[in-house]
């Protein structure tokens, strides 16, 4: 679909009525064994392994129609969904690395991340190494002749520094580097990779794009043809793919994804300003407020901004945070986020970093503002401090 805007293509891409006795979204397959009529077709469709409906595992309808839209949306040539979003991390590093390869990961990736990096890729040999996610053009000082990967994060996972993507990109295509950037906080409604220079573009759909909750599911989308060669293939090695009913669930929230993110960037907002005037807040960690550190980078590269975001109170005894976190009635705790759900969960950016320090001596909370009513979420919040003052 040319000359239509993102709106349009979630509603319309990976979907073919026409092909489908009219019914407006695909069907699910589900699907092991595929039978050939002919021996033609057989070795037909062996030759055509990568694109064609050959063994359940390989791709069905229902895989190809999640990959076309996610696709179409990022602005990509194709892509390859997995059964979750670090297994899509797991499968694009995996892709594009060897012994004796460097790799580049920023310092505030997600924490699986780091440890797929530490405890899989460094021990097949593949030299790994943490960055600061603010060094952009500086990153040249530590780019080498084998660095093959240059993974980024933006803005990163739990205090969300916004890189300088252009910047690094640039510097990494310099060496030849395979550039991959985890996108699943912005997606591609509110960051375009390929715009700026990034080779493939990874989301965990779990969360925006199934948006409910309840599916796991990952894909990453591939800038050209060669490099989803490569990511399909080893995705194929490894035999990973999502499951039917869940490509199915993330195809469908696909379709309401731009209006979801809308709510989620209003809600998140109107939190992080309330917030950001308590007494308990030293910090609102939000990239689209003013005074976040990295805001005019993202004013610079971002059309928007999404629900999750970070706060830092004053550090309390942990009986004090536990009457606020376990009396919550709207904010659950949980590891997720990007449904339907307003979460709220206390983290330790200090326990994962080693490019650089978090020092700032305070407790961090990530919240994740669902699709609640903002007041709802307000006098919640007001409640939980309450208890928390009240524990003290």
Known sequence: MKDVTKDTILVHAGRDPRNNHGIVNPPVY????????????????????????????????TTFAFEEAAAALEGGYRAVNTGSGLAAIAIALSSFTKAGDHVLITDSAYGPTRRFAKETLAPYGVEVEFYDPCIGAGISALLRPNTSV????????????????????????????????DNTWATPLFFRPFDHGVDLSIHAATKYMVGHADAML???????????TVVKKTATRFGVCGGPDDLYLGLRGLRTLSVRMRQHQESALAL?????????????????????????????????????????????????????????????????????????LPTRPAAVRSATRWTDPGQVLRLHAGLESPDDLIRDLEAGFRRMAAAL
């Open 272 to 344: 992080a300003d309330w917030l950001a005037a308590r007494p308990e807040v030293t910090r609102v960690l939000h990239p689209a407020r003013p005074d976040f550190p990295g805001h005019e980078l993202w004013k610079r590269d971002f059309a928007g901004s999404s629900g999750l975001f970070s706060i830092v109170i004053d550090q309390v005894p942990r009986k004090a945070l536990a009457a606020m976190l376990d009396g919550m009635e709207l904010f659950g705790m949980g590891y997720s986020w990007g449904g339907f759900e307003s979460l709220i």
């Open 150 to 181: 240059v993974f980024l994060e933006s803005p990163g996972s739990l205090t969300f520094e916004v890189q300088d993507v252009p910047a690094i990109a640039a510097a990494a295509k310099a060496v030849g580097a395979t550039v991959m950037i």
């Open 30 to 61: 589900h699907c092991s064994t595929v039978l050939f009529p002919t021996l033609d077709a057989l070795e037909e469709s062996d030759r055509n392994m990568l694109t064609s409906v050959n063994y359940g595992r390989m791709g069905t309808p």
């Open 218 to 228: 990952g894909v990453v989308t591939c800038r050209d043809e060669a490099s989803w």
